[in-house]
């Protein structure tokens, strides 16, 4: 089994050539991504293996159908960078459905306290040795009210850590978790109930038709004054613009992205001698009260460890037995995901 792996960083290596270990795979690492102008590289592969920021699109799954490729695994959960209904018939798609849901939400939790508590400022002033404490006040998080967006296995372990801090729970999900709500405190309800009533907003759904910008300027504008909005799932939840300005405002207390709409030209590489053309992303993060991170949430040694694990397995599975129950799209049949020649 040849693998053609995309997008490759030093610690993807570490923990797929440990997967892979003793394994009949072979895998050839490329730091590039995978697009229109790289697909050729998978010349003489048996499958792609790729990430969230490489593209899999009508070209690049027509070019893969002529060079013989008919897998491509996906080592991430989120597939909203692959035309999922154009690839039904042509090609696999595999995924790695869960890897730890801690990380991400442990790192949601991680940029809210930052963020409240003004810690990054304090780094930066007693570093050179200013311990003024003028500007520094926050809130507690005791007794505050956390809208959660999205209640699968991520969203659920932050509300886990939330109410580990006292806080109270809206939720929304349009396939309720059974057995999750109390009715006191952890509710679902509306989104319009759910910004109008939360203290903080934090992301943990899919992204799709439906969930496109569902902090848009309108929902903005239905939040609480001063509602802190956590993003670590995918970028496109959350206008930019609108955030943008929601914080000049003041409708918006503070933001904590891990995750930004245009975000595959520019993170998990270093512009730090560069100027950046991005003007949005420019301008949040000169915000004083925005933290951006890299989309690292995912990034722990057991989140690496698990996705290398499952996607090795994935791969085993389909060139093995035929089957893999992480199949989003069959090329030639349909999964639970795929119904009348739709994939979701």
Do not use: W
């Given at each position: 089994?040849?693998?053609?792996?995309?997008?490759?960083?030093?610690?993807?290596?570490?923990?797929?050539?440990?997967?892979?270990?003793?394994?009949?795979?072979?895998?050839?690492?490329?730091?590039?991504?995978?697009?229109?102008?790289?697909?050729?590289?998978?010349?003489?592969?048996?499958?792609?293996?790729?990430?969230?920021?490489?593209?899999?699109?009508?070209?690049?799954?027509?070019?893969?159908?002529?060079?013989?490729?008919?897998?491509?695994?996906?080592?991430?959960?989120?597939?909203?960078?692959?035309?999922?209904?154009?690839?039904?018939?042509?090609?696999?798609?595999?995924?790695?459905?869960?890897?730890?849901?801690?990380?991400?939400?442990?790192?949601?939790?991680?940029?809210?306290?930052?963020?409240?508590?003004?810690?990054?400022?304090?780094?930066?002033?007693?570093?050179?040795?200013?311990?003024?404490?003028?500007?520094?006040?926050?809130?507690?998080?005791?007794?505050?009210?956390?809208?959660?967006?999205?209640?699968?296995?991520?969203?659920?372990?932050?509300?886990?850590?939330?109410?580990?801090?006292?806080?109270?729970?809206?939720?929304?999900?349009?396939?309720?978790?059974?057995?999750?709500?109390?009715?006191?405190?952890?509710?679902?309800?509306?989104?319009?109930?759910?910004?109008?009533?939360?203290?903080?907003?934090?992301?943990?759904?899919?992204?799709?038709?439906e969930t496109y910008h569902i902090i848009d300027e309108n929902s903005i504008e239905k939040c609480k004054k001063g509602v802190v909005i956590i993003n670590t799932s995918r970028g496109a939840l959350v206008d930019a613009e609108a955030l943008l300005n929601g914080i000049k405002s003041r409708q918006v207390g503070a933001a904590c992205l891990d995750v930004y709409e245009e975000e595959s030209e520019l993170f998990f590489e270093d512009y730090s001698g560069h100027i950046v053309e991005d003007d949005t992303l420019a301008r949040l993060i000169s915000m004083p009260n925005v933290i951006v991170t890299s989309h690292q949430a995912f990034l722990t040694k057991e989140a690496l460890s698990n996705i290398a694990?499952?996607?090795?397995?994935?791969?085993?599975?389909?060139?093995?037995?035929?089957?893999?129950?992480?199949?989003?799209?069959?090329?030639?049949?349909?999964?639970?995901?795929?119904?009348?020649?739709?994939?979701?």
């Amino acid at each position: 089994m040849r693998i053609a792996f995309f997008d490759t960083k030093p610690y993807d290596k570490e923990s797929f050539q440990a997967a892979s270990s003793g394994k009949d795979i072979t895998i050839k690492y490329f730091e590039t991504k995978l697009n229109e102008d790289t697909v050729g590289l998978a010349k003489g592969f048996d499958a792609v293996c790729v990430f969230v920021n490489d593209t899999v699109n009508k070209e690049v799954i027509d070019r893969l159908c002529e060079l013989g490729v008919g897998v491509v695994a996906l080592r991430c959960a989120g597939f909203n960078n692959v035309d999922m209904k154009y690839a039904f018939g042509k090609v696999h798609v595999l995924r790695v459905p869960a890897y730890s849901p801690y990380a991400v939400a442990e790192h949601a939790m991680a940029m809210l306290l930052t963020s409240i508590r003004r810690i990054h400022k304090a780094y930066i002033r007693t570093k050179d040795f200013n311990f003024s404490l003028s500007g520094m006040t926050g809130f507690d998080l005791y007794g505050k009210t956390v809208g959660i967006i999205g209640t699968g296995k991520i969203g659920r372990v932050f509300i886990d850590i939330c109410r580990g801090f006292g806080m109270k729970v809206l939720a929304y999900d349009k396939f309720p978790a059974d057995g999750l709500a109390d009715g006191e405190n952890i509710k679902y309800v509306s989104t319009d109930e759910l910004f109008a009533n939360s203290d903080i907003i934090s992301l943990h759904c899919p992204l799709n038709d439906e969930t496109y910008h569902i902090i848009d300027e309108n929902s903005i504008e239905k939040c609480k004054k001063g509602v802190v909005i956590i993003n670590t799932s995918r970028g496109a939840l959350v206008d930019a613009e609108a955030l943008l300005n929601g914080i000049k405002s003041r409708q918006v207390g503070a933001a904590c992205l891990d995750v930004y709409e245009e975000e595959s030209e520019l993170f998990f590489e270093d512009y730090s001698g560069h100027i950046v053309e991005d003007d949005t992303l420019a301008r949040l993060i000169s915000m004083p009260n925005v933290i951006v991170t890299s989309h690292q949430a995912f990034l722990t040694k057991e989140a690496l460890s698990n996705i290398a694990d499952t996607t090795i397995s994935n791969l085993e599975g389909f060139f093995e037995k035929g089957q893999c129950p992480n199949e989003l799209c069959y090329r030639g049949g349909t999964t639970n995901d795929c119904k009348d020649g739709k994939c979701f």
